[in-house]
């Protein structure tokens, strides 16, 4: 027996050795003492395969050369190897190989990480190098059927709890998948005990409530139901909200953005009153608008302004009037249950007209006649006045007298046609 050689596969990649035999027969032991495993290709084209931490014998005969030739077939992933050398011994084919082979050389316990312990446990764990999906933490409690801890070095990760045996995803990340984040099992509760912030689009799938205060600096797009419940203001948003259904405030709501505060491309209900362009418009939650700019605004329980039935309505409340007035808020014409009074002195009473001196016009009729006598005039009463007046070519005298409710005494001097109008006080 002797030793022919040795080398380190860790800092050279392939190499050569002579094995020449006497006779060209013999054997040859490798004693592969590294991490390395590797392959031997002999001048006949055979190979072989010598595993790390592992002494290999082999039976050598009528080689066409005895050159051999190593190379690295592949290395493990180890920390702390107390040696990396492969030493070849060889033997004559008659000579006694003492020990059994293949032989494992336990000089090192593989781990594929490295584990740094102090006297609480471990400070790091590090897994280089291995394929994706290699599971690097597996946790399983002796009272659950599964792993509550499943970690792989993609960044597959599934935190679960147990509770007597029962198990509830807690957490999950999902390499290349989206979504990638998943917090909790369906029905239970996740609590963010700080602020949460989201820099892309918060997607809510399901029914989303908040406790507390909502501030959007950006824009929130929902298209689905959205219902605030909040006491004083129950959403305020900063910038714009783009609602695609249903918008239901059952408490305040403000809008401040710049530019559309809140765009609504469905249903608007809002469940209170209102108030707009910082109080210019306002209502009154019963449907009735309260003001209206400077166009209208209402101080009572009566509807100023109503359309409906063919009708547009402009009525005043309860004992009130309605005043139409010019630039000074001075009056033209006033409105009430018993009279119509405009700035001219002109009066519009339930008996008539009532002028500025105080008489007053109830009512106006014409009759016509060509003869004196006595006519029905058709007034509905007794006449304050009868104006005959000549209607045809000519002249002629002309008087009235004895008016009674319904007739009155024309005399037409000349025989000509005339027309009288009745005047009634």
């Not at 014998?57 to 030739?69: F, I, N, W």
């Amino acid at each position: 027996m002797k030793i022919i050689t040795n080398f380190n596969p860790s800092s050279a990649s392939s190499g050569t050795f002579n094995v020449a035999f006497p006779g060209n027969r013999g054997k040859m032991l490798v004693y592969n003492e590294s991490n390395v495993n590797v392959q031997l290709t002999f001048s006949n084209n055979y190979t072989t395969y010598v595993p790390a931490w592992t002494a290999m014998l082999y039976c050598l005969s009528d080689l066409p050369t005895p050159l051999v030739t190593w190379s690295v077939y592949s290395t493990l992933t180890s920390s702390g190897a107390p040696i990396s050398q492969v030493v070849i011994e060889t033997f004559d084919h008659n000579e006694a190989v003492p020990g059994t082979y293949p032989a494992p050389l336990v000089r090192q316990t593989n781990i594929g990480n490295t584990i740094n312990t102090v006297a609480t446990g471990s400070s790091f764990l590090l897994n280089n190098g291995q394929p994706p999906g290699t599971n690097i933490i597996t946790a399983t409690p002796s009272d659950a059927g599964s792993a509550t801890w499943n970690a792989d070095n993609s960044g597959n990760l599934t935190i679960k709890s147990d509770n007597a045996g029962t198990l509830t995803t807690l957490l999950q990340l999902v390499a290349g998948a989206s979504p990638a984040v998943k917090l909790a099992a369906v029905a239970v509760l996740t609590e963010a005990l700080g602020a949460l912030k989201v820099d892309g689009t918060f997607e809510s799938v399901g029914a989303a409530t908040l406790d507390s205060t909502l501030a959007v600096t950006g824009t929130s797009a929902f298209t689905g139901d959205v219902t605030f419940n909040g006491a004083g203001n129950g959403i305020t948003v900063t910038n714009n909200a783009l609602v695609s259904g249903t918008l239901t405030a059952t408490g305040g709501a403000t809008f401040n953005g710049a530019g559309n505060g809140i765009t609504v491309a469905n249903n608007l209900a809002v469940n209170g009153t209102t108030s707009l362009d910082n109080g210019a418009i306002t209502t009154d939650g019963s449907g009735n608008i309260t003001k209206w700019a400077g166009l209208l605004q209402v101080s009572g329980t009566v509807p100023a302004l109503s359309v409906g039935g063919n009708k547009t309505r402009i009525q005043a409340p309860s004992s009130g009037s309605i005043n139409l007035q010019v630039p000074g808020a001075t009056d033209i014409l006033v409105a009430t249950s018993s009279s119509v009074t405009t700035n001219v002195g002109l009066t519009f009473v339930n008996s008539g007209i009532a002028w500025k001196t105080g008489d007053t016009i109830s009512g106006t009729h014409t009759f016509t006649g060509t003869t004196t006598g006595t006519f029905t005039h058709g007034a509905g009463g007794t006449p304050f006045i009868v104006i005959p007046m000549c209607s045809v070519n000519g002249s002629q005298t002309m008087g009235y007298d004895s008016i009674t409710s319904t007739q009155v005494h024309i005399t037409s001097a000349a025989g000509l046609g005339f027309k009288a109008l009745c005047i009634l006080g």
